[in-house]
């Protein structure tokens, strides 16, 4: 292909000119910095050039003054509009200043023009964002740090054997208890308690230290099979989680004054491996939350149709105008009950100690915690129930409820249907709008 083959009809929102000469600035952005008592200067890079092509155009005939007319009106519209470029193709620019336009005796049915055009660019403000989730990972490494340090308030140094023996049996029933509630929910982290139950009398007595302890617990705790599961799953550890915490098998016991030496050792005791325990699992389910997913989507435009020809679309057809690749993320309901539930657990929590920094751990994970959700719900589409008035096919309740027959799937894949062609009459959880 010849070079004059590949050079285009000019024009500009539509409106056809001839081209005499046409060209452009190219490079780069420099500023040198030049300073005193030093030889060499610095030449800062500070990008691409902005693109400014400039035409030498005209327009000829009978009718050049009807063509300068609408040339004109296309050059006085605000905004960016659309030129052909003979030799670089279709850009979007915009009017850069006055444009000479020119007419002589000698050049008879001819309109001259001095184009100057500016790329247009687009218009975007830097944006900034709390980075939530990364937040809420500090403060629950924080609470960590908390919880062993508290626990070193632990020792049975110079208590008797029945003492240490009793308080190994109180962390033994503790242990038994996770490791029973977490059975239906996550084999590993059951499995992980039994076996850690069985080290108890290793992990306690002196001379251990405390903070081996609590690393056990927590290795227990990440021991779970189901934590980079779908959020399905994630939402179901969490609970579970945040549901033991609560329960009265890791409640402190009462020391009372009454009580003999013995008996006041052994409570105390127990409480400080309860309380590390429940802490744990709390930071625990506060860290799994920042595992949940967030929705993202990828589009894939295509070509249009044609202005006023109706668009149908639908998966099995391939000829949607955009692919969407879903990611199975937690639902509106299920976030706003992971918020509820988790900040029970720490409010209750919040009651229980009595050590000022675990305290003030506990707060500032509460306040992260809830931070990130509210982030996530602002990202969440709210639900609602609606029952379909008869057995129809999800593509149908689409195209009625939502107007868009291209959002079946996520009415098949947020209320688990078994067949797409046939939804059944009975409550379904779909987005609000």
């Known amino acids: 292909m010849v070079w004059k083959d590949r050079i285009q009809d000019a024009s500009f929102r539509g409106v056809p000119f001839k081209v005499e000469g046409e060209g452009a600035p190219v490079g780069r952005r420099v500023e040198t910095h030049e300073y005193p008592n030093r030889d060499k200067p610095y030449t800062e890079d500070l990008g691409k050039v902005t693109f400014r092509p400039d035409i030498t155009a005209y327009v000829v005939g009978d009718d050049c003054f009807e063509q300068r007319d609408r040339l004109i009106e296309a050059l006085n519209k605000p905004g960016p509009g659309t030129l052909v470029h003979p030799t670089y193709g279709e850009l979007s620019v915009c009017v850069n200043g006055e444009i000479k336009v020119s007419t002589t005796s000698s050049e008879g049915r001819m309109v001259r023009f001095d184009l100057q055009f500016v790329e247009a660019g687009e218009l975007s403000y830097p944006t900034a964002g709390a980075a939530t989730a990364n937040t809420l990972v500090s403060s629950c490494s924080a609470l960590d740090d908390c919880i062993s340090d508290n626990f070193d308030q632990f020792g049975m140094d110079g208590m008797p054997d029945f003492v240490q023996n009793g308080v190994v049996d109180d962390a033994k029933g503790m242990l038994g208890y996770v490791s029973d509630k977490m059975a239906m929910v996550d084999s590993g982290i059951s499995a992980a308690a039994r076996l850690m139950q069985g080290d108890i009398s290793v992990l306690l007595p002196p001379p251990s230290s405390g903070k081996g302890f609590v690393d056990q617990l927590q290795t227990m705790w990440r ?109 509106w309901d299920e976030l706003v009950d992971i918020r509820d539930t988790l900040n029970i657990a720490i409010d209750k929590e919040l009651g229980r100690t009595t050590d000022d920094r675990l305290f003030l751990a506990l707060r500032r994970v509460k306040s992260d915690l809830n931070n990130d959700i509210k982030t996530r719900l602002s990202q969440t589409q709210k639900t609602v129930e609606r029952t379909p008035d008869d057995v129809l096919p999800a593509l149908v309740l689409a195209a009625s409820w939502f107007d868009n027959a291209s959002r079946e799937s996520d009415i098949v894949r947020r209320n688990a249907v078994a067949h797409p062609g046939f939804v059944p009459v009975s409550p379904l959880r779909v987005p609000v709008r």
């Open 223 to 331: 021991a779970g099979n189901r934590l980079a599961g779908n959020a399905s799953d994630l939402y179901t550890m969490i609970k579970n989680f945040s549901g033991i915490t609560l329960g009265s098998d890791l409640a402190p016991r009462g020391v009372w004054k009454t009580d003999s030496k013995s008996t006041r050792n052994r409570t105390q005791q127990s409480n400080y491996v309860a309380s590390a325990v429940r802490t744990t699992a709390i930071s625990e389910a506060a860290y799994t939350v920042t595992n949940l997913p967030t929705a993202s989507t990828s589009s894939r435009n295509v070509t249009q149709q044609a202005v006023g020809w109706p668009s149908v679309t639908h998966p099995a057809l391939n000829n949607a105008p955009y692919e969407t690749a879903s990611v199975d993320v937690p639902s």
